[in-house]
């Protein structure tokens, strides 16, 4: 079955920096790779997503790439904000059969210091 | 929409107790999730279901545990009798077929056994 890597696990940044959070996924047929963000006291929240047929999507500060090849994606957020403290996780679909949930990293707790 | 709703927000009980936790999804998702959350073990997904139907239950981590969805817009999971090892965070998400991955998360039960 699928197994997702997430690293790292804590992020400090400064305000106004760019933070990265990347995952590994083991299954190659896996085509669907979601982010969550959840904040203290919440459920996680869909962030931005990427299928496997493109390479990089962005939306405002968040952006993530994806290679196929090396099984690895990536999540970019530029001008970090305090409201951007959260945890973040990846997830990628399991298997090819069609009728699999998501997947999910362990996450990664970042920290904008103000 | 009032999104997924999730009760009790928090239950204390003591080992062997039972416990139910009760989620509402949002009208017309026809797919339901189960998670728990925990520090160890990150977010792990228990079990879910399509129009009311269990597909995949091997998160279940024991017989403790069992989950209904008698209707389109109710679901609970129930643990008897109760261990201070169940104590985390249960989490109910949503999702619709045509977008069936991005998922819609409630605000979670957090149980502590004692």
């Known amino acids: 079955g699928e197994n997702v890597e997430q690293h790292p696990s804590t992020l400090s940044v400064q305000e106004g920096d760019s933070a990265v959070i990347k995952c590994t996924y083991s299954d190659s047929a896996s085509n669907y790779f979601p982010w969550y963000k959840q904040e203290l006291g919440k459920g996680p929240q869909l962030i931005i997503d990427?299928?496997?047929?493109?390479g990089e999507k962005k939306d405002q500060r968040i952006a993530v790439t994806l290679n196929k090849t090396a099984k690895h994606f990536s999540l970019h957020i530029t001008e970090t904000q305090p409201e951007d403290s959260a945890v973040y996780f990846c997830?990628?679909?399991?298997?090819?059969?069609?009728?699999?949930?998501?997947?999910f990293g362990k996450g990664t707790r970042l920290s904008v210091i103000a | 929409d009032a999104g997924v709703i999730q009760s009790p927000r928090h239950e204390v009980t003591e080992m062997g107790q039972e416990v139910t936790l009760r989620c509402k999804p949002i009208?017309?998702?026809?797919?339901l999730f189960w998670y728990r959350q925990t520090m160890m073990r990150g977010l792990e997904l228990l079990i879910y279901?399509?129009?009311?139907?269990?597909?995949?239950d091997s998160g279940m981590p024991e017989d403790r545990f069992s989950a209904k969805m008698p209707n389109a817009s109710f679901s609970t999971l129930k643990i008897q009798p109760s261990e201070p090892r169940d104590s985390a965070v249960y989490f109910c998400a949503s999702s619709f077929d045509g977008s069936r991955y991005e998922q819609y998360f409630g605000p979670g039960t957090r149980l502590t056994v004692t």
């Open positions: 009208s017309g998702h026809d797919y």
């Open positions: 997830a990628a679909e399991r298997g090819n059969s069609g009728n699999t949930p998501l997947v």
């Open positions: 990427i299928r496997s047929n493109v």
């Open positions: 279901f399509n129009n009311n139907v269990p597909i995949d």
